[in-house]
């Protein structure tokens, strides 16, 4: 279980709280102004990627409190592991996720964490464009999670949500989906999915638009809003925030209607938490950063930058939240972790909109030794090698379809797998298989594959066109052979609208790299610091 312990007003204490891990539940009263709380040094936090907006307010933190807050940005899954192993504790003093809750479910979690803090909140709602809001009614008429499913099923409208197994935002909305569907009032479990499967593919039938990140579907929105172009969809399933930072832009050509379901929300509390077994110096930064962030004047500050909503009582809402015409219920999350974990390999596996990965795969010369052991070791993973936490769910799904373009000197011979339904390990086999035989040689043709790549994605959609498209181009070194990027430039508005994602990794042209995945409405991942297999991992979020 967790505690959100109030901003302690000292150090003792602090100390004292954290002598009872996190086991007990302790209110949180109005905070109140007075003298900083003081501290010293760094509190290192490992944080979920979207409070980055954080920095500006953790700035001025810094200069009250003398602690300066390092975040480390994570994705959820990647997060709980690294807590739940331990090595989390071997980094940071801290953690600060959207929510707890699922890592909590995870025996031994509350030995690993103490005070929690909660620190803002944004529940997972609908945002539509104003027009599609209106012509639903449900500017008017507040809508129940069925009637969403049902309207979306029939296309009546379409949208974009983040992927449950990268970030909270799109397992809060799974979670609230599936909750509200199943309509007991009860936390789900397990048994209750399979029932529910017809009627949470009609709502996800609807979703045009995947991410693996709140803020990178919000752009990616935006973007193809302002373009009027294929990707562009009516709306988003994601925090209250994003919905109303994206209003508040005045980037959207038609601002967003806030849809709250009628039925209930899950919403994220955002809880700064200290971890377990910190020395002193630490528990004093940790009391000073949480004293800080509590107080009103800090809370107003936080809603008016992140649109997210206050922590603490006293403190007054901004008239853009909702809703207007009643109590905003929360619906319940998942009890046991084979329920939240069962939820998540649905979707991947049953639920989702399909997808198809186009892999193009740089086999030069310069590959040779570790570096395509990496790229095996990488692939080989998402097969279901990879048996840790993220690896499960990064595994590659069910009804997905997989396709290799491996390059060298010039494009070598597309490998094309269908991973079915049910019992898709004989094809996960074939395909860890053929990541074995793979050999480098040669020069680096990188458009050259990548236009194979797309007409690939061209001729694919034409058989089965419901389908959720990415290229993902991998290369350790600059281009060598064939054509050029004014070449793949020049041919881009011909080319399917499908999003390339990078891979920067070796001595690879990084800016162009960049460039690719700008001009198709993907996005870069480094592989040069980290790990290949991680970078792979991270990626499936997006496809």
Known sequence: MRRYGMALLATAALMLGACTGGGGRTPQPEATEGPFLKGSGTLRVLAGSELADLTPILAEARAATGVDVQLTATGTLDGVENVVSGNAAKSYDAIWFASNRYLQLHPGAGDKIGTATKVATSPVVLGLRRTVAAKLGWDQHRPTWSEIAVAAGEHRFTYGMTNPAGSNSGFSALVGVASALAGTGAALSAEQIAPLTP???????????????????????????????????????????????????????????????????????????????????????????????????????????????????????????????????????????????????????????????????????????????????ALTGLTGADTSLSGQFARFNGREQVVMVPFSTKPGQVRRFDVPEGSFQPTLDQIKGYVGGLSANGDTAIYDALFVAYDQAAALAKEDPDRFTSIVLLTDGELTAGAKLPDFQARLAQLPKVPVFTILFGEGNVAEMQQIADLTGGRSFDARTGSLPAAFKEIRGYQ
Request: aromatic fraction near 8%; avoid cysteine; proline fraction near 7%.
């Open 199 to 377: 009627r949470l593919r009609a709502f996800f039938a609807g979703q045009n638009l995947t991410a693996g990140s709140s803020g990178w579907l919000a752009d990616a929105f935006a973007r193809n809003a302002a373009e009027k172009n294929d990707h562009a969809v009516d709306g988003l399933v994601n925090y209250e925030s994003v919905i109303l930072s994206l209003n508040a832009g005045g980037k959207l050509p038609e601002p967003l209607t806030v849809v709250y379901p009628a039925d209930g929300v899950v919403t994220a509390d955002y809880p700064l938490t200290l971890l377990s077994g910190v020395p002193e110096q630490t528990q004093t930064n940790y009391a000073a950063i949480a004293d800080y962030l509590r107080r009103p004047s800090v809370q107003q500050k936080i809603m008016a930058q992140t649109w997210r909503r206050p922590a603490v009582a006293g403190v007054e809402l901004a008239e853009q939240f909702g809703p207007k015409d009643g109590a905003l219920p929360e619906l319940p999350f998942p009890g046991k972790l084979e329920a939240a974990n069962a939820l998540i390999g649905a979707f991947g596996d049953d639920l989702r909109k399909p997808a198809r990965t186009i892999y193009v795969l740089d086999l030069s010369g310069s590959m040779k030794g570790a570096r395509i052991q990496g790229l095996k070791s």
